[in-house]
């Protein structure tokens, strides 16, 4: 357990200091000539970070990287119940120290950090999106990316190999959906790492990101295990 605890420390460092980074560093960098990424390009470097680390740490804990995902998969009898509390603590652990990478590194010019990629609704949405809708789109979202990471990795598909590719590609998905909505959370740990740098309005909100991503997982994980479900899984397949 404490190797994967490690290795999804390291994973989730690696999510959010390569995906809030680029949103942080690189999205509207506007020195001549215009290099910078924009939504399309933060989109891709989230769906990369997770495509690089589930193909690197993947075999050591299944690569969740996020809370939702761990509880998602206990929800749909992947992952056993003692696994989730020392995988959902590396994971925040690990955001927090990405982010504070990220903190010292976007404030060496001497820039402030602004909104520093945090998740937030109404005025703090990027397309000043209410409650309501970012409560909506966190959930679908998450639903959807636990049903796309359960399918992709069933022990009998032949393309098992290329589970990590479907998953990173769907994150970058769901970015390219809801990046103008909430800043894309689906992950609890991305969202507090953000928050606690940010304070104030962010911690405020934090709340949506957490309860949403785990409510939209957990539904998602029972459905998949319910209703999609093609092989059953032992102890010793479960990806924890």
């Known amino acids: 357990m404490t190797k994967k605890a490690i290795a999804e420390f390291i994973g989730t460092l690696w999510l959010v200091l390569g995906g809030c980074g680029s949103a942080v560093l ?11 990424i924009g939504l399309v390009g933060v989109s891709l470097a989230f769906g990369l970070t997770v495509l690089t680390i589930a193909y690197a740490l993947g075999r050591i804990s299944g690569a969740h990287l996020n809370p939702a995902v761990t509880i998602g998969l206990w929800a749909g009898g992947r992952v056993e119940t003692g696994t989730v509390f020392p995988y959902v603590i590396a994971q925040i652990l690990g955001g927090v120290a990405g982010a504070g990478i990220l903190y010292m590194i976007a404030t060496g010019n001497g820039s402030a950090i602004g909104d520093f990629a ?14 309501a809708s970012a409560f909506i789109c966190e ?4 639903f959807i ?21 479907a998953i990173g590609l769907c994150l970058t998905l769901i970015h390219l959906i809801s990046i103008p909505v909430t800043n894309t959370s689906v992950n609890p740990a991305r969202s507090i790492s953000q928050a606690v740098f940010v304070q104030g309005w962010a911690l405020e909100q934090v709340w949506l990101f957490i309860a949403a991503p785990i409510l939209g997982a957990a539904v998602g994980g029972i459905v998949y295990k319910m209703l999609l479900r093609k092989t059953d899984f032992s102890a010793d397949d479960r990806n924890e």
Do not use: C, Q, W
């Open 26 to 36: 690189a999205a509207n960098f506007t020195s001549e000539p215009f290099i910078g």
């Open 118 to 131: 945090a998740n937030g609704f109404g005025e703090h949405s990027p397309g000043k999106y209410d409650m």
């Open 139 to 142: 959930f679908v979202m998450t």
């Open 145 to 165: 990316f636990i049903i796309v990471i359960m399918g992709a990795t069933e022990k009998d598909r032949a393309r098992e190999a290329f589970a990590g590719l």
